[in-house]
């Protein structure tokens, strides 16, 4: 029978092979092996979380950044559980999160023994079958297109030799990549769509960013480019990127600019999606998911199957018999909405647009949480920030759990990176806060947009009671955690911005910022 720690090794360097270089390590008593381990592995990295439910987040940031497969080893019992929401994100983004429990003996499944529970196909349908890791060695198969729990048992006594790996050989090269698809049924559906279509463009993955740029360059049908989509135009190479932003793309629909719909890479974020619904246009996607984020019948394609021949001829010669009258509508859109803005000048929007504006430089990042933040970016110029400005976003479950550690997982020490998260979402995370101070060296800023609540809600109902309303200040969290604290009301004072980390709370003018999603709501009738 082979010890805990042979079993242990053996999984780390299969986990090697299958490209995963980076682990999450979460302390418990029944992971111990893992820990003396891992300790020793000099060519793999190594963080540390007491969190899970954070630790999860924070791989999937890391995941985003690397291209490469993570693992999260936990101890037994509601632990794993705390890994839940993280799955299911890295399910519905299709990225490699790898569970890895650590499980009591097979025989106290059931007992109600401390800490032992079935650990088995916890999960459920969103990270496969579980893989058992058995008592004898055995070869690993993982299944990178998604997440993947691996269990291991272990019989005390726990620690039972000295840690056999001190040397992991190269851990094998990965990148997130897909399967082309029936490029002549694309091509055909294409073709049956309306004669108008738009082109919707969300987040796709590094290594098809060039191609598709190249590719949409040359088309002359109007595109809709989300901040999370990773694709930039410089002003001049897409004339047929909208400028206007999110409000005006169902102005743009009723006067008949467009009649279907071409979508690239994610879920979309844009309110528009929601709408198709109602409306129930034509949509054909080249995702980069398996997810087409509609309830109706559609046609599904991977991403790299508008490479190909028939369906990159179809997006490059098709004439849109609106596009110069497009271009007029939009560009006075454009106008209107930058002059709304200008009128509210400490109102949301317009603090988050001259925060914008500190990213001239080459060496930033951007990770966009969910609820305002994202709507709001999408709206204002965020593609006038440098090329080379990575946006990210959260757009598997829309969720507003996680963001602070997954915008911890996205650092880098090359490039600046900024975290624009809400109050509420900021709140939800406390605990990721600690993923920064294991590296204080790192450049890392969050700007927290703090209205007092979930403001998103007050644009839907009339009723306080959604908002979960307060008067918390982020002073304070800044303090405990080290960070340097900024607090902005007004575009000056993002001019006492300083240190490497730092916690920006903006707390905008609410009357202000209502009285602007008003008049914007007017402009796009
Ligand atoms: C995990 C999770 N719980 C609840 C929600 C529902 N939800 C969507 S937005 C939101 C409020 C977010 O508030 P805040 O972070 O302050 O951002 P704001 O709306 O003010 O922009 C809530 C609770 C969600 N998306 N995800």
Known sequence: MNSNMTRTKALIEQMALQGVKEW??????????????????????????????????FAIGRILQSDRPVAVVTTSGTAVAN???????????????????????????????????????????????????????????????????????????LVDGEPEVSQIGPVKDFHLSQQVDDSARAE????????????????????????????????????????????????????????????????????????????????????????????????????STQFKGLSYETALYSLPTIFEAGPTYALK??????AELIKKQDCALYELKQKAINDKPNSELALLQNWLRLLSGSKNQVYVGNSLPIRELDLLDWNRVSVDTSIFTQRGMNGIDGSVSLGAGLAVPSKNTWCVLGDLTTLYDLSGFWSIKQRPELPLNYVVIN????????????????????????????QMWGLTYCLVRSLEDFKNLSGTQNLIEICPDNRQSKELWQTLKVIAK
């Open 451 to 478: 209205n007092g609540g979930g403001k998103i809600f007050s644009r839907i109902y009339d009723d306080p009671n959604f908002e979960n309303r307060h008067g918390l200040m982020f002073e304070s969290l800044a």
């Open 83 to 157: 890994l839940f929401p993280a799955v299911i994100e890295a399910h519905h983004q299709e990225l490699p999160l790898v569970v890895v429990s650590a499980d009591r003996p097979e025989s106290y499944r059931g007992s109600g023994a401390p800490q032992s529970m079935n650990q088995i196909q916890i999960f459920g349908e969103y990270a496969g079958e579980t893989i058992e890791w058995g008592e004898a060695v055995q070869d690993l198969k993982l299944n990178l297109r998604h997440p993947n729990h691996v269990n291991v048992c272990f019989a005390e006594p």
């Open 188 to 287: 055909k559906d294409l073709g049956h769509l309306g004669s108008k279509p738009l082109i919707i463009l969300s987040a796709v993955l590094p290594k098809y960013r060039e191609a598709l740029m190249e590719l949409l360059r040359e088309t002359q049908l109007p595109i809709y480019i989300e901040c999370g989509s990773q694709l930039k135009p410089l002003e001049a190479e897409w004339g047929h990127a909208l400028q206007s932003g999110e409000f005006a793309l169902r102005h743009l629909y009723e006067v008949g600019f467009f009649d279907s719909i071409v979508r690239i890479g994610g879920v979309p974020t844009v309110r528009f999606w929601r709408d198709l619904e109602d409306l129930q246009l034509p949509v054909v996607h080249f995702s």
């Open 317 to 322: 010669t098709w004439k849109h018999p609106d």
């Open 24 to 57: 999450v390590v979460c302390p418990g008593s029944r992971n111990a092996t893992f820990i003396k381990s891992l300790a020793r592995c000099q060519s793999l990295d190594i963080h540390y979380h007491f969190e899970e439910r954070s630790a999860g987040y």
